[in-house]
C-alpha cells in the first residue's frame, strides 16, 4: 500500500427529511446570501425547488439563483455563475441537483476568487490550490461522488474539451444525502449514475499498487452493493433501501476510501471524457460501453490473476483456471450493463467512426494513460478499444 492523506472533511447529513431541521443552520454559519444553483428543472418537477425555497424565505436569506446547469456543465454557466457571485457578495453556495450541478458549483466557488479566466482555472487541472467560497450541496442523483471530493469536470465544447479540476478548498463543507430526493431519477439516468458508481471503483482497483487489501475488499463490497441495487431501483423507484444503498456507495466509491493508497491513472474516464466532450452523451454510458472492451483489451497473463479475483468476489464465479474466469467476469459486466438498460455500443448513442483517431489522440493528451494505467495505453490501443464498441460484443 502507497503512502496517503485522507481528507475528506464534507460533513455528511444521510437520511430522510433533515432539510427542514438543518438546512438553514448549516447555511446561516457561512452568511446570509446564498447562490442557489440547479439543473434543467428536475427539482422544480419533484418539489424540492419549491421546499427548499420555502426554508430559505423563512431564514430570510437572500437568494440568487444560477439555474440551467446543463449536464456537463458548460465553461460559460460557470463564468455566469461567477458574476452573479461577485454581484450579489453571495456567502455561500448551495448546489442542489446531480454531480454537473455540484460541479459546476465548485468551479463557481473558485472562480470567484481567481484573477483569471474560469476557464485558465480548469487549465490548471489538479495543481489549481486557490481559496473557494463555501459550498452545501442537496445530492439528487447517485453517480459521481462529486457531493464528497474535491474534484469537478467542466466542458468547453468550442473546444471540444472536458476536463477535471480540483482542490481540497472545493470540497463540499456539508451535503444533505437523502434517498427520497432520487426517487424521480428517470430509468435511463438511474442505470448510467451506478455504471459510474461502478466504474470508479474498477479504476481504483485495476491499479497497478498490489497489497492494498482494505481498498480492495471495500471495492468488492461497494460493486456488489450496486450490482444487487440497481436493478432493484430500476425496478421499483421509490424503494428506499435501494436508493439509500446506491446513494452512500456513490459517495464511498470516489471519496477517496478506495482510490487513496493506490498509485496510477485512471484509463476509461479519459477516454470517456473525449467520448462526452465531442459528442455530449452521457458520462456513465460512455463508461458503461467502454469498460467491458478495456478490460478485454488489458486482459493477459500478467492481469488475469486479478481478474480472476473480480470475477469470485463479485460476480461469484468459481473457475480454476484464470483466464477463463477473467473472460466470464468480464462478460458478466457486460451483460449487467445490458441488463440495466444501457445501449452497449457507440453507434447506438450517436458516435461513428470518424473522430476516432481525434479522440483516442486528445484521451492521452489530457492524462497519463500512456505511462501511469494499470496497463499504459498509447492513442492506437484507445483507438482499438474504441473500435470494438463499434458493435456487440462477446468476451467469453
Ligand atoms: O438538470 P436536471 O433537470 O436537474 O436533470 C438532471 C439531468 O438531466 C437529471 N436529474 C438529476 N437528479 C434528478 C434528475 N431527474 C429527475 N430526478 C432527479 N432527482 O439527471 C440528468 C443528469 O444529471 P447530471 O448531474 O448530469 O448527472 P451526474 O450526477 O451523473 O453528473 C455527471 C457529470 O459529473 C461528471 C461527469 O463527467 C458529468 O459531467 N463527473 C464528476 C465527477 C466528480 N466531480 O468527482 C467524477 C465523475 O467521474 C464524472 O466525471
Ligand atoms: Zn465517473
Same mark, same amino acid.
Request: hydrophobic fraction near 40%.
Given at each position: 500500500?502507497?503512502?496517503?492523506?485522507?481528507?475528506?472533511?464534507?460533513?455528511?447529513?444521510?437520511?430522510?427529511?433533515?432539510?427542514?431541521?438543518?438546512?438553514?443552520?448549516?447555511?446561516?454559519?457561512?452568511?446570509?446570501?446564498?447562490?442557489?444553483?440547479?439543473?434543467?428543472?428536475?427539482?422544480?418537477?419533484?418539489?424540492?425547488?419549491?421546499?427548499?425555497?420555502?426554508?430559505?424565505?423563512?431564514?430570510?436569506?437572500?437568494?440568487?439563483?444560477?439555474?440551467? *446547469?446543463?449536464?456537463?456543465?458548460?465553461?460559460?454557466?460557470?463564468?455566469?455563475?461567477?458574476?452573479?457571485?461577485?454581484?450579489?457578495?453571495?456567502?455561500?453556495?448551495?448546489?442542489?441537483?446531480?454531480?454537473?450541478?455540484?460541479?459546476?458549483?465548485?468551479?463557481?466557488?473558485?472562480?470567484?476568487?481567481? @484573477?483569471?479566466?474560469?476557464?485558465?482555472?480548469?487549465?490548471?487541472?489538479?495543481?489549481?490550490?486557490?481559496?473557494?467560497? #463555501?459550498?452545501?450541496?442537496?445530492?439528487?442523483?447517485?453517480?459521481?461522488?462529486?457531493?464528497?471530493?474535491?474534484?469537478?469536470?467542466?466542458?468547453?465544447?468550442?473546444?471540444?474539451?472536458?476536463?477535471?479540476?480540483?482542490?481540497?478548498?472545493?470540497?463540499?463543507?456539508?451535503?444533505?444525502?437523502?434517498?427520497?430526493?432520487?426517487?424521480?431519477?428517470?430509468?435511463?439516468?438511474?442505470?448510467?449514475?451506478?455504471?459510474? *458508481?461502478?466504474?470508479?471503483?474498477?479504476?481504483?482497483?485495476?491499479?497497478?499498487?498490489?497489497?492494498?487489501?482494505?481498498?480492495?475488499?471495500?471495492?468488492?463490497?461497494?460493486?456488489?452493493?450496486?450490482?444487487?441495487?440497481? #436493478?432493484?431501483?430500476?425496478? /421499483?423507484?421509490?424503494?428506499?433501501?435501494?436508493?439509500?444503498?446506491?446513494?452512500?456507495?456513490?459517495?464511498?466509491?470516489?471519496?477517496?476510501?478506495?482510490?487513496?493508497?493506490?498509485?496510477?491513472?485512471?484509463?476509461?474516464?479519459?477516454?470517456?471524457? @473525449?467520448?462526452?466532450?465531442?459528442?455530449?452523451?452521457?458520462?456513465?454510458?460512455?463508461?458503461?460501453?467502454?469498460?467491458?472492451?478495456?478490460?478485454?483489451?488489458?486482459?493477459? &497473463? &500478467?492481469?488475469?490473476?486479478?481478474?480472476?479475483?473480480?470475477?469470485?468476489?463479485?460476480?461469484?464465479?468459481?473457475?480454476?483456471?484464470?483466464?477463463?474466469?477473467?473472460?466470464?467476469?468480464?462478460?458478466?459486466?457486460?451483460?449487467?450493463?445490458?441488463?440495466?438498460?444501457?445501449?452497449?455500443?457507440?453507434?447506438?448513442?450517436?458516435?461513428?467512426?470518424?473522430?476516432?483517431?481525434?479522440?483516442? &489522440?486528445?484521451?492521452?493528451?489530457?492524462?497519463?494513460?500512456? /505511462?501511469?494505467?494499470?496497463?499504459?495505453?498509447?492513442?492506437?490501443?484507445?483507438?482499438?478499444?474504441?473500435?470494438?464498441?463499434?458493435? &456487440?460484443?462477446?468476451?467469453?
Amino acid at each position: 500500500m502507497d503512502n496517503f492523506r485522507f481528507y475528506v472533511p464534507t460533513d455528511v447529513r444521510f437520511g430522510k427529511d433533515r432539510l427542514k431541521d438543518e438546512l438553514t443552520d448549516a447555511l446561516n454559519v457561512f452568511g446570509k446570501t446564498v447562490l442557489l444553483a440547479y439543473g434543467g428543472g428536475s427539482i422544480k418537477k419533484n418539489g424540492l425547488y419549491n421546499q427548499v425555497l420555502k426554508l430559505l424565505e423563512k431564514n430570510q436569506n437572500n437568494v440568487v439563483e444560477l439555474n440551467g *446547469i446543463e449536464p456537463n456543465p458548460r465553461i460559460e454557466t460557470v463564468d455566469r455563475g461567477i458574476a452573479l457571485c461577485r454581484e450579489h457578495k453571495v456567502d455561500v453556495i448551495l448546489a442542489v441537483g446531480g454531480g454537473s450541478t455540484i460541479d459546476c458549483a465548485k468551479v463557481v466557488a473558485a472562480g470567484y476568487y481567481y @484573477e483569471k479566466s474560469a476557464w485558465e482555472l480548469v487549465l490548471e487541472r489538479r495543481t489549481f490550490n486557490g481559496p473557494a467560497l #463555501p459550498l452545501v450541496t442537496i445530492l439528487t442523483l447517485a453517480a459521481t461522488g462529486s457531493e464528497m471530493n474535491s474534484g469537478a469536470v467542466i466542458s468547453n465544447l468550442a473546444a471540444n474539451q472536458k476536463l477535471g479540476v480540483g482542490a481540497p478548498s472545493m470540497i463540499p463543507k456539508v451535503s444533505f444525502l437523502d434517498p427520497q430526493n432520487t426517487f424521480t431519477v428517470p430509468a435511463y439516468q438511474t442505470a448510467a449514475g451506478s455504471a459510474d *458508481i461502478l466504474s470508479h471503483l474498477f479504476e481504483n482497483y485495476f491499479k497497478k499498487t498490489i497489497g492494498a487489501n482494505v481498498q480492495d475488499f471495500v471495492s468488492e463490497g461497494l460493486m456488489k452493493t450496486v450490482i444487487k441495487n440497481c #436493478p432493484i431501483a430500476l425496478k /421499483t423507484p421509490d424503494n428506499y433501501d435501494a436508493r439509500a444503498n446506491l446513494m452512500w456507495a456513490s459517495s464511498l466509491a470516489l471519496n477517496g476510501l478506495t482510490g487513496n493508497g493506490k498509485d496510477g491513472a485512471w484509463s476509461c474516464h479519459p477516454m470517456e471524457h @473525449e467520448l462526452s466532450a465531442f459528442y455530449d452523451i452521457t458520462h456513465g454510458v460512455g463508461l458503461a460501453i467502454l469498460t467491458p472492451r478495456w478490460m478485454s483489451h488489458v486482459l493477459s &497473463e &500478467e492481469t488475469a490473476a486479478k481478474f480472476q479475483q473480480f470475477a469470485k468476489n463479485v460476480w461469484n464465479i468459481e473457475e480454476a483456471d484464470a483466464m477463463t474466469a477473467a473472460k466470464k467476469g468480464i462478460q458478466a459486466t457486460y451483460d449487467f450493463f445490458k441488463s440495466c438498460g444501457i445501449p452497449m455500443t457507440l453507434p447506438e448513442v450517436g458516435i461513428n467512426e470518424e473522430k476516432l483517431t481525434e479522440m483516442a &489522440e486528445q484521451a492521452v493528451k489530457h492524462s497519463t494513460i500512456e /505511462t501511469a494505467a494499470y496497463v499504459p495505453l498509447s492513442v492506437y490501443d484507445v483507438i482499438s478499444i474504441y473500435q470494438a464498441c463499434m458493435s &456487440e460484443s462477446a468476451f467469453i
